[in-house]
């Protein structure tokens, strides 16, 4: 029973360069949500996605940053032109509906370098 | 902007002690509550959950919940070196986009052989 799959798990990027990020929820969950973890700083909500739609980007950067999950395959969190500023883990986590009471299940992360 | 409060640590007690984590949040309407644990390097991963008020077990690990008081803490009993972790709470979004979480800083603990 697989979990929440990440990848790549490291992502080492120069400043300018995009940054791709996969997730692939639970089996039988269709609700994707993104988190961001600065060093030393809390888990901050990014993106929560069904398929096909973008539920709530708030959390999200107005430039650079997009997320997508398609009818196939994984979600996907994009970040065009990166920044050192941009240097940190990236979670994904999974529920099976978009419920309060759901409990959400993190992904491995990725953890994202900007030299 | 939910707030959730969580005492800053870091926390050190020693093995087979209890250690307490408490957690305070600022949605007096706020009706599912998460404990999560994280390592070091490592993703978060579900201690507990609690939705009425009192204690909820499960094996070493009581959550307590007082929604008068916008309170919820976790208590380890019988602590063990593998429990020195991050300790972070989690309160969902109630709003019209429901799925959000917002989390505190996060507890750490130590316990020390």
């Known amino acids: 029973n697989a979990g929440v799959m990440q990848n790549p798990r490291h992502l080492v990027r120069r400043r300018g360069q995009e940054a791709r990020l996969r997730c692939s929820p639970m089996k039988g969950h269709s609700h994707v949500y993104w988190y961001r973890q600065l060093p030393e700083e809390g888990l901050k909500f990014m993106v929560y996605?069904?398929?096909?739609?973008?539920?709530?980007e708030s959390g999200m950067p107005k430039e650079r940053f997009s997320a997508e999950f398609p009818k196939e395959g994984p979600s996907i969190l994009r970040i065009q032109q990166v920044v050192r500023g941009d240097s940190a883990a990236y979670f994904c986590?999974?529920?099976?509906?978009?419920?309060?009471?759901?409990?959400?299940?993190f992904g491995p992360g990725t953890r994202l370098t900007v030299l | 902007q939910k707030e959730v409060e969580q005492n800053s640590g870091p926390l050190s007690v020693p093995e087979g002690a209890i250690a307490s984590l408490n957690c305070t949040y600022s949605d007096r309407g706020s009706q599912s509550f998460f404990w999560y644990r994280q390592y070091s390097g490592k993703s978060p991963e579900l201690i507990m959950s609690?939705?009425?008020?009192g204690d909820k077990e499960d094996g070493r690990f009581t959550a307590q919940l007082n929604k008068a008081s916008q309170y919820v803490s976790l208590l380890i009993r019988d602590s063990q070196p593998s429990d020195s972790a991050t300790y972070l709470c989690?309160?969902?979004?109630?709003?019209?986009?429901?799925?959000?979480?917002?989390f505190g800083r996060g507890t750490q603990l130590t316990v020390w052989p």
């Open positions: 996605l069904q398929k096909e739609n973008i539920i709530d």
């Open positions: 986590a999974s529920s099976p509906a978009g419920r309060a009471a759901d409990t959400q299940y």
């Open positions: 609690i939705y009425s008020n």
């Open positions: 989690a309160v969902p979004d109630r709003g019209s986009t429901l799925g959000r979480l917002y």
